[in-house]
């Protein structure tokens, strides 16, 4: 059975930082990219960042330079470190795990930054 669980959401000031956690299970994890998405209410959803099973890294513009993907496969857990948080990073971050035609999700982790 394929499981995704997100943690590691919750409420920030601007400025702060969080780091979200998606443990992967039910697949050969080290074979899959890995991504995570986000979408804000009444926004569609958005690529923030993937790292595929190789390390290559992208990001979106918006998130360049204050998000960090990482992965250890040895853990089938995929990472991401948000610095410097905005109230548009506001969202229900999600992982993707893809390998050409399948594609999981998980069931997402509310990130809402505000003062």
């Known amino acids: 059975q394929v499981q995704l669980v997100e943690s590691g959401g919750g409420l920030v000031q601007p400025g702060g930082s969080l780091t979200l956690s998606c443990a992967a299970s039910?697949?050969?994890?080290?074979?899959?990219?890995m991504s995570w998405y986000r979408q804000a209410p009444g926004k569609e959803r958005e690529l923030v960042a993937v790292i595929t099973s190789f390390g290559g890294i992208n990001y979106a513009d918006s998130v360049k330079g204050r998000f960090t993907i990482s992965r250890d496969n040895a853990k089938n857990t995929v990472y991401l470190q948000m610095n410097n948080l905005k109230p548009e990073d506001t969202a229900a971050y999600h992982c993707n795990a893809h390998w050409f035609t399948k594609v999981y999700w998980g069931q997402g982790t509310q990130v809402t930054v505000s003062s």
């Open positions: 039910g697949f050969t994890f080290s074979s899959y990219a």
